[in-house]
């Protein structure tokens, strides 16, 4: 049986008129995406399509919806919540989460752990979804605090190279 998940964010405001038993719905379309997906058979490929229609949302620490915004955990935990996937909600939490994979196997859908800004710390301090085909160089989404400030592709860069922290799969 297929299962499918209708994501259609909208808000409304309802207005009641009691003498005359009236009710008047305003409907304003969120700048969310509005979309269907098909959740029975979770690919990479659909989990990275999902995740790459939430670019541009802002950057927000501690948030994990696009009304409100992103901060790199909250996006990846929203991205994988929309498919039933529990995940961590904080990057660190990831440490022992999924199974590590090296960065020659990494592949669509894998995530990329690395440290925050501060090379000098070794916790984990940032998280995105790699969004390469194997063998491909390596790019990955995830919500920035730089200068995007946004959920963003990037590229795997000499910065998120010394960063980088491992790989892990966790579908």
């Given at each position: 049986?297929?299962?499918?998940?209708?994501?259609?964010?909208?808000?409304?405001?309802?207005?009641?008129?009691?003498?005359?038993?009236?009710?008047?719905?305003?409907?304003?379309?969120?700048?969310?995406?509005?979309?269907?997906?098909?959740?029975?058979?979770?690919?990479?490929?659909?989990?990275?399509?999902?995740?790459?229609?939430?670019?541009?949302?802002?950057?927000?620490?501690?948030?994990?919806?696009?009304?409100?915004?992103?901060?790199?955990?909250?996006?990846?935990?929203?991205?994988?919540?929309?498919?039933?996937?529990?995940?961590?909600?904080?990057?660190?939490?990831?440490?022992?989460?999924?199974?590590?994979?090296?960065?020659?196997?990494?592949?669509?859908?894998?995530?990329?752990?690395?440290?925050?800004?501060?090379?000098?710390?070794?916790?984990?301090?940032?998280?995105?979804?790699?969004?390469?085909?194997?063998g491909k160089p390596i790019h990955f989404i995830h919500s920035t605090s730089g200068?995007?400030?946004?959920?963003?592709?990037?590229?795997?860069?000499?910065?998120?190279?010394?960063?980088?922290?491992?790989?892990?799969?966790?579908?």
């Open positions: 049986m297929n299962h499918f998940r209708n994501i259609i964010l909208l808000s409304f405001a309802v207005t009641f008129f009691p003498l005359n038993n009236i009710v008047a719905f305003t409907i304003v379309k969120s700048s969310a995406p509005s979309f269907s997906l098909n959740t029975s058979t979770l690919t990479a490929d659909k989990l990275v399509a999902f995740a790459k229609s939430l670019k541009g949302i802002k950057y927000k620490y501690g948030a994990s919806h696009p009304k409100v915004g992103f901060d790199c955990s909250g996006f990846v935990n929203y991205v994988f919540k929309n498919f039933s996937i529990d995940v961590p909600r904080s990057s660190a939490s990831f440490k022992n989460h999924g199974r590590t994979i090296s960065l020659k196997e990494a592949k669509q859908g894998d995530l990329i752990l690395f440290t925050g800004p501060n090379i000098q710390k070794k916790t984990i301090g940032h998280i995105g979804i790699i969004t390469s085909a194997s200068k995007a400030y946004s959920v963003t592709e990037t590229p795997f860069n000499e910065s998120y190279k010394r960063r980088f922290v491992k790989v892990v799969r966790v579908f």
